[in-house]
């Protein structure tokens, strides 16, 4: 019984480290959506701002909220620049003016944001760059 106790111990610590280690695993960990990212250039964030949303009781409820998408380039000398901004509400309009499959919603600099319906993720893509992830926070209309 004691060797099953210790046994566990050890795949239980064996766990947590192995947890942590991939968590730590090289992401750049500043708030960008693309973490792990690390090889280009490119970060991109929400925007965030006070909104209110309905609470499981049906009130109006003031709060955090997602208010957008930025796309920032980190230059050869480390400095960071703004490619394009997007509001929630550039998004609903642009999602919810097309019916087609993937949206291009707006850019700058030749990086650009879309969406892709079928999938229901978000991309952005510009020079030798493509990151794709999905809608979780319902950004898109």
Known sequence: MLKKIALLSIVAVMLAVGVGM???GG????GRINTFDVASGVAIYYTYGDGYVTDEDGNQVLTEVITGIEVWYATEAG?????FELSDAQIDKAVSA???PSVVIGGGHGYYLGYDRVNEAFYVYGPNYLFQWED??????
């Open 98 to 100: 097309s019916a087609s």
């Open 79 to 83: 400095n960071g620049v703004k490619l």
């Open 22 to 24: 991939a968590s730590a």
């Open 27 to 30: 992401g750049i960990n500043d």
């Open 136 to 141: 979780h926070y319902e950004v898109a209309g």
